[in-house]
């Protein structure tokens, strides 16, 4: 019987976190222990170091329940690449608790390419996650404060747009009633949560470039609008001082490392359907200037996660990609075709012509809207026929790209030596990086732009509420940031159920909302919530510990 991943992990022998701190030249004042396996960086000392890695992004079609693999390919191309010589750290999101104890699972990758110990990292880890809902729901009982000590700014407590958060999944949340009880409990009004992981708390830590920059970002976040509709920041209510002590040890990135005792930077988690979906800056740069280079992913497919690395993340942190790597499997390409789940490990060359589109979309973007070399990793299973893998193969050719296939879930880095040195070869190779859109250009110009050359959309609508928040937010001045669109991550459209690579179809957003300390508008389409809710039967229910305090079942 194959071992579990959580087996596979507990039965890995890591090395002193001081030990893989000294691969990554990182010295002993550097390193702040959190036990033996995991560490913060205090990284002070690397202030005014160029960046010499080569950047590598891994991203991926768009997710099915078939499972694409993209974090497990990450770290295996990590451990494949120093296999060969290369000097390479990774760079991950933290995950959130909310999936883990729901429907998703963790984001620690699997089988024999994972980063460990991984039971800490999909629970408490280093208390990041913690510390960035503290420094929110501080924020919140500020602002709350403010409102019942007088009121000063005049502030419409209808128009408050600042909710608390809780690094769960709980629908119970979404909308509720606060304030009860009488004048010394607050202004009763309409109120509810996000889960952590979609705070603008958590995408100006991971945006932020240092402590101060953090705090610069907070004290621009909007919170509400007064009764003449003016908005009121961090900074009106002098909380961003606060709100970044609780966040002075969070910044500092967190070292971890593979099974193969390679280093690695765990750091920040926001969603990528609702936020930008990428690690930290912090992690980001700091191991450019220490490796010779970085593997990192963008949550979700390239339409969600790339799109908004390449187009907010690389923009605001002058970072410039050498090479993309795109993570499909033959199972994921047949679901796109229309076969239902149970039917995947069939043979099924029709199924799979009708989904290749999917793959093809998103290699097409990477080269021809961001101008990046990019290799197609075929996440290998034991069902995949031969026939199967030359269809893949093939279409890709036709578009100049290449495929190679990944086995690192089985064999680890051995099985990603293919993978990786394709890519070290696209990373020799001059690009024509550019971004999807000019940010100078208008927020409706920008919305186009993403929707009709990424999504191959027809154009965009907006709600009446949308199009009025257009206005008003070209008008407040805010016309010049990023859109970070929050869509499904299953469909190039706003809608989940249309795979493959549809056409003649149009984007709908409903609603826009500023995110002025991260810097972007978001621009909501389809059902997209900021909290997430538990399935009928939620991964918790799995999960227990033994009489020795071991963790069983998480996956």
């Not at 089988?111 to 990292?121: C, F, K, L, N, S």
């Not at 208390?127 to 501080?138: E, K, P, T, W």
């Not at 990086?433 to 965009?460: P, Q, W």
Request: proline letters at 5%; aromatic letters at 6%; one cysteine or more.
């Amino acid at each position: 019987m194959a071992k579990s991943d959580i087996e596979i992990a507990q039965e890995a022998k890591m090395e002193d976190i001081f030990a893989v701190a000294e691969k990554a030249d990182l010295s002993r004042d550097m390193i702040e222990p959190y036990g033996y396996t995991k560490a913060k960086v205090d990284i002070h000392s690397l202030t005014g170091k160029p960046l010499k890695g080569k950047l590598v992004l891994v991203t991926a079609i768009n997710p099915t329940p078939a499972g694409e693999g993209k974090t497990t390919t990450s770290i295996g191309l990590s451990d494949a690449m120093n296999r060969l010589g290369k000097k390479t750290m990774l760079c991950l999101r933290e995950p959130s608790l909310g999936p883990v104890f729901g429907v998703k699972g963790g984001a620690a990758g699997g089988g024999y390419a994972q980063v460990v110990p991984m039971e800490d990292i999909n629970l408490h880890f280093t208390g990041d996650f913690h510390a960035i809902g503290a420094a929110n729901n501080l924020c919140a009982a500020m602002l709350d404060n403010h409102i019942k000590q007088g009121n000063p700014f005049g502030i419409d407590p209808r128009r408050i747009v600042w909710k608390r958060c809780v690094d769960m999944n709980d629908r119970q949340l979404r909308s509720i009633v606060d304030g009860l009880g009488g004048i010394a409990n607050g202004m009763p009004r309409e109120d509810g949560f996000d889960i952590t992981v979609a705070s603008e708390v958590m995408a100006c830590f991971c945006l932020a470039t240092d402590l101060m920059d953090l705090k610069a970002r907070l004290g621009r976040m909007v919170i509400a609008y007064t009764y003449d509709r003016k908005p009121v920041t961090v900074h009106d209510i002098h909380a961003e001082g606060a709100m970044t002590a609780l966040l002075k040890d969070a910044i500092k990135p967190n070292l971890v490392q593979t099974l193969e005792n390679n280093p690695a930077f765990v750091h920040g988690g926001p969603f990528a359907n609702i936020a930008h979906g990428c690690n930290s800056v912090e992690a980001t740069t700091t191991a450019l200037k220490l490796a010779d280079y970085v593997v990192t992913e963008a949550g979700f497919g390239a339409d969600l996660g790339a799109e908004k690395f390449l187009d907010i993340k690389c923009r605001y942190a002058n970072l410039h990609p050498s090479a993309v790597v795109l993570v499909a499997t033959v199972r994921a390409l047949k679901y796109n075709g229309g076969i239902a789940k149970a039917d995947l490990g069939q043979k099924n060359l029709e199924a799979l012509e009708k989904g290749m589109p999917n793959l093809l979309q998103h290699v097409s973007n990477i080269k021809d809207v961001w101008g990046l070399p990019v290799v197609v990793a075929i996440n290998v299973f034991p069902t995949d026929t031969a026939a199967e893998l030359k269809v893949v193969e093939d279409k890709c050719h036709e578009l100049g790209v290449n495929v190679a296939l990944s086995e690192v879930w089985a064999k680890g880095g051995e099985g990603g030596e293919a993978l990786a040195e394709e890519v070290l070869r696209l990373c020799d190779q001059p690009n024509d990086f550019r971004f999807a859109y000019d940010v100078d250009d208008s927020l409706e110009n920008k919305m186009n732009a993403i929707a009709t050359e990424v999504y191959h959309a027809d154009g965009v609508d907006y709600t009446t509420k949308a199009a009025k928040q257009l206005r008003e937010l070209e008008e407040q001045g805010f016309g010049k940031l990023p859109i970070c669109v929050a869509k499904t991550q299953y469909s190039f459209t706003d809608d989940q159920h249309k795979l493959g690579a549809p056409r003649n179809f149009r984007i709908t957003v409903r609603n826009l909302k500023v995110s002025a300390g991260a810097g972007f508008i978001v621009a909501l389409t389809g059902d997209i919530m900021t909290m997430p809710g538990l399935p009928k039967v939620p991964a918790a229910e799995k999960i227990d510990v033994t009489p020795d305090g071991r963790i069983i079942g998480l996956f």
